[in-house]
């Protein structure tokens, strides 16, 4: 996900190609509400990986809390039947 975000910020910075009336332009830079739109999408990219990451940190360490509950009650040890 962060591979893409970063895809758009370079997208924020690279010269374009654009046709107005019929003939291709090469402009330095997208024009301003260009540069807004992938700004946008830029933010909810990272607003979308931080809140991913922030989720997996919170089930890795309820998986942690519940793993050591287990412990402590010996139920982490699988019974073996002969």
């Known amino acids: 996900m962060l591979d893409d975000a970063e895809r758009m910020r370079?997208?924020?910075?690279s010269p374009i190609?654009?046709?107005a009336q019929g003939e291709?332009?090469?402009?330095?830079?997208?024009?301003?509400?260009?540069i807004r739109d992938l700004a946008v999408a830029f933010g909810f990219i990272i607003d979308k990986h931080?809140?991913?990451d922030q989720h997996d940190t919170?089930?890795?360490a309820a998986k942690g809390l519940l793993?050591?509950?287990?412990?402590?009650l010996g139920l982490?040890?699988?019974?073996?039947t002969p």
């Not at 370079?10 to 910075?13: D, P």
């Not at 291709?24 to 024009?31: F, Y």
């Not at 793993?67 to 402590?72: E, I, N, R, S, Y």
């Open 10 to 13: 370079s997208l924020m910075l």
């Open 17 to 19: 190609q654009t046709i």
């Open 24 to 34: 291709v332009l090469h402009l330095p830079h997208p024009s301003p509400r260009d």
């Open 50 to 52: 931080t809140l991913l």
């Open 58 to 60: 919170e089930a890795s």
């Open 67 to 72: 793993g050591a509950l287990a412990a402590q």
């Open 76 to 80: 982490d040890k699988k019974e073996t």
